[in-house]
């Protein structure tokens, strides 16, 4: 029954970066594992990044390692993608999901916030 927002989406230039935040409803929020996919139209829903309920291990999609990091604020309950060093192949819909099965299988997302790469 958790609730997720996403927001920190825009129109950014092939090089740049931009911060995505998740913001969580729910007292449980540490106890989940979380994740962040990613899908274009007309495309196939892609993982970008999970990390383990209290931040002791994360994952990343090889298209993406390198120049992004998950993390997450137990306290606040929130959760960040940080994106460096974008691409327009990077063009997408991201959302903020909870795991169900690590590292990307998910039982509950949010609405997704939009980020548009230009080269």
């Known amino acids: 029954q958790v609730q997720l927002v996403e927001s920190g989406g825009g129109l950014v230039q092939a090089g740049g970066s931009l911060r995505l935040s998740c913001a969580a409803s729910g007292r449980t929020f540490s106890m989940y594992a979380m994740g962040w996919f990613r899908q274009a139209p007309g495309k196939e829903r892609d993982s970008v990044a999970a990390i383990r309920s209290r931040g002791s291990s994360t994952y990343y999609a090889d298209s993406v390692k390198g120049r992004f990091t998950i993390s997450r604020d137990n306290a606040k309950n929130m959760v960040y993608l940080q994106m460096n060093s974008l691409k327009p192949e990077d063009t997408a819909a991201y959302y903020c999901?909870?795991?169900?099965?690590?590292?990307?299988?998910?039982?509950?997302w949010g609405q997704g916030t939009q980020v548009t790469v230009s080269s």
């Open positions: 999901a909870v795991l169900k099965s690590w590292p990307y299988e998910y039982n509950y």
